[in-house]
C-alpha cells in the first residue's frame, strides 16, 4: 500500500471522530441527529471529497485531449444535498413553534467537517468541532446569566380550560405576579359551554417546567392545564 493510502485512512479515522463528537452531542439531548447518523454523514462527506480531489488529477489524458475538471466538484454537490437531511428534522409544531433548526444546522455542520478533514484542513476541522461545541453548550449558558433581559427568559406554551370567561382577567393577572410575562392570547369558545386560553408567555430561564406547572395549577379558576415548553 502506497503512502497516499495511508493519508486517505487517516482523513476518514479523523473525520470519524469529528463526526463522534458532534453525534454524542446530539445523542446526549436526544435529538434526531445521533450518532449514527452524524457518523455517516461526516465519514461519507469526507470519502467524496477524497474521491473528487483524487478522480481530477487521476482522471488519464492525452496529448491531443486535455480535460480540466475541477478537484471539489462533486464535493460541492454534497453541501447542496445535504440540506435534504436537514429538512427532515425540521418539524413544525400544532402550536406553529419550529423545533429542530440547531440539529439540521449540526447535520450541515458535520458534513462541513467531513469536507475539511477529506481536503487535509485537519487543524481547521478540528478548530471547527471545538467552536461547534462551544457554541451549543457553552455560550446559551452563559447568555442565560450575562445577557440581557431577553435572553435569560425562556418561552412556552400555556393551555388553559375554563368554566367561566370573566376570569380570563384574573388569571393573567396571578401569572403576571408570578413574573410570567404574557406574549400572545387566543381565546376559542367550546360547544359545552367552557373555554379554551392559549397563552405564549416569557418566563425566566432559571424556572422549571414543574414550577410553572404548580404555579398554574394553585389557580382554581382553572379547570385543567397543559404547558408545553
Not at 53 to 63: H, R, V
Amino acid at each position: 500500500m502506497e503512502i497516499f493510502d495511508y493519508e486517505m485512512l487517516l482523513k476518514l479515522f479523523i473525520s470519524a471522530i469529528l463526526g463522534l463528537i458532534i453525534g454524542l452531542e446530539r445523542e446526549l439531548k436526544r435529538k434526531p441527529l445521533g450518532l449514527k447518523t452524524s457518523l455517516v454523514i461526516s465519514i461519507v462527506s469526507c470519502l467524496l471529497t477524497i474521491v473528487s480531489i483524487e478522480s481530477a488529477y487521476l482522471f488519464p489524458g492525452s496529448d491531443d485531449i486535455k480535460i480540466q475538471m475541477d478537484p471539489l466538484r462533486l464535493t460541492a454537490q454534497i453541501v447542496s444535498g445535504i440540506g435534504f437531511l436537514g429538512a427532515g428534522v425540521i418539524l413544525k409544531r400544532e402550536n406553529d413553534s419550529i423545533s429542530g433548526l440547531t440539529t439540521a444546522a449540526m447535520i450541515w455542520g458535520a458534513a462541513g467537517i467531513g469536507i475539511a478533514v477529506g481536503a487535509g484542513f485537519y487543524i481547521e476541522a478540528l478548530a471547527g468541532v471545538i467552536l461547534l461545541m462551544i457554541s451549543v453548550e457553552i455560550i446559551p449558558s452563559l447568555l442565560t446569566i450575562i445577557g440581557l433581559n431577553k435572553l435569560r427568559k425562556k418561552e412556552m406554551q400555556l393551555k388553559m380550560h375554563l368554566h367561566d370567561k370573566q376570569h380570563i382577567e384574573q388569571i393573567i393577572g396571578k401569572l403576571n405576579e408570578n413574573n410570567i410575562t404574557v406574549q400572545h392570547t387566543r381565546i376559542k369558545d367550546l360547544k359545552d359551554a367552557t373555554y379554551v386560553i392559549h397563552l405564549k408567555i416569557n418566563v425566566s430561564s432559571l424556572k422549571t417546567t414543574q414550577e410553572i406547572y404548580r404555579i398554574v395549577s394553585n389557580m382554581k379558576e382553572i379547570q385543567q392545564t397543559e404547558i408545553e415548553g
